[in-house]
């Protein structure tokens, strides 16, 4: 913001604290990932409960699976997002392809665990799966019917 000077927050100097900060996440890796993973499953469960339950006009918390939740998000994919960004490499790109593939495995660790926890998201997830089934046979049938005319039309 200012060059040389330190940003000042409620009129203290906050370089030390940030300093501390980033030395407490280096020495503490699995744990400055798994932390924020942990909540992030948690939290990502209520909003699906919040949603599941959005018709029915009431909200009822079903804490077992938001701590199942939890639990996964802490110990497994906060520890394989960690294996992941540790993986060698500093350039930008690779840096990106790192976040990225974090990102992807999580949401895949996500949606397992809670196709395995709610019957609700469980045949939700099989009713999407059986219309992009039925999508893409549609699309080979019109597909083989325009080969089909292209060829007699030849």
């Known amino acids: 913001m200012f060059p040389g000077r330190p940003p000042i927050i409620l009129g203290r100097n906050v370089r030390p604290v940030v300093a501390k900060g980033i030395q407490w996440i280096k020495s503490n890796p699995l744990v400055a990932k798994a932390v924020p993973t942990a909540f992030g499953f948690a939290f990502g469960d209520i909003l699906t409960q919040a949603a599941q339950q959005r018709a029915s006009g009431s909200f009822s918390l079903d804490m077992k699976k938001t701590m199942v939740m939890l639990i996964i998000g802490a110990t497994v994919a906060g520890p394989m997002g960690l294996a992941i960004l540790q993986l060698p490499g500093d ?58 005319n292209i060829l007699l039309a030849s």
């Open 91 to 148: 350039q930008p790109s690779l840096i990106g392809l790192k976040l990225l593939a974090d990102q992807v495995v999580g949401c895949i660790i996500w949606q397992a665990t809670y196709i395995c926890i709610s019957s609700e998201y469980k045949e939700g997830a099989v009713n999407v799966y059986k219309s992009i089934q039925n999508s893409l046979q549609d699309s080979q049938a019109l597909c083989k019917l325009r080969l089909k």
